[in-house]
């Protein structure tokens, strides 16, 4: 498959152990944030969001936590699977507008057996 | 499988060429957007079309252009190639709403090397 940034940050987790990854957002006017995971080969898969009105929002196994104070979102991911490995990234949507949307870099999370 | 395909999956050709990359949305969604993924530049949003009609703009160059056909497939035409533009190309449908809480499902990509 295709390697997406080759020289992304990775975070390593032990299976079974919760992962966290964080994401810096660039802009105070973002009013909604998107995670995704994306598989090598393939593309970007949405996982959860967050309107800039909440601070947590959970879904399965994964929860969203978004600190505008420090216009910070981090991704929580209970028990890490094998499957989970892949690159993560956030995504800002500023003021409503598709075509304000400012993706991060990501961080590839690898799974240790 | 999100539902969204994306033809070729791979594309060689050489700087100044032109190629057309294509894109057929989820069955029932109306809005395909165009993005690039580069190594160094990460996911940009470059275009959107909804039910054949430009929506939204982004950080597309001159040299590229899209449209959306009746059957709403897409096309991204690139132009005047050169070695930057080598990049991953995804498209990503979704129903249309003019709501940025409508989910976008990403095709699996087109990887263009340009020569």
């Known amino acids: 498959g295709e390697s997406v940034g080759l020289h992304l940050p990775t975070l390593s987790v032990q299976e079974g152990d919760n992962s966290i990854i964080n994401c810096a957002y660039s802009n105070s006017a973002s009013d909604y944030f998107i995670w995704y995971k994306q598989e090598s080969g393939k593309g970007p898969q949405f996982i959860i969001d967050i309107r800039s009105n909440m601070d947590k929002r959970q879904g399965q196994r994964v929860t969203v936590l978004l600190n505008k104070t420090v216009k910070h979102l981090s991704l929580q991911i209970a028990a890490t699977q094998p499957g989970d490995s892949a690159v993560y990234f956030c995504a800002e949507i500023i003021d409503g507008r598709d075509d304000k949307i400012i993706f991060g870099k990501g961080t590839r999370l690898h799974i240790l057996p | 499988d999100s539902g969204v395909t994306q033809t070729p999956k791979h594309l060689i050709t050489a700087t100044g060429q032109r190629v057309t990359l294509r894109c057929s949305p989820r069955?029932?969604?109306?809005?395909v957007y165009w993005y690039q993924q580069s190594l160094d530049q990460g996911l940009q949003f470059l275009i959107q079309y909804y039910n054949g009609e430009e929506r939204a703009k982004g950080n597309i160059l001159e040299r590229f252009s899209a449209q959306q056909f009746p059957d709403l497939h897409s096309e991204l035409n690139l132009s005047s190639l050169e070695l930057g533009d080598s990049a991953l190309y995804f498209c990503?449908?979704?129903?249309?709403?003019?709501?940025?809480?409508?989910?976008?499902?990403f095709g699996p990509g087109t990887r263009l090397t340009v020569l």
């Open positions: 990503a449908s979704s129903v249309g709403l003019a709501d940025p809480t409508d989910t976008q499902y």
């Open positions: 069955s029932g969604d109306l809005s």
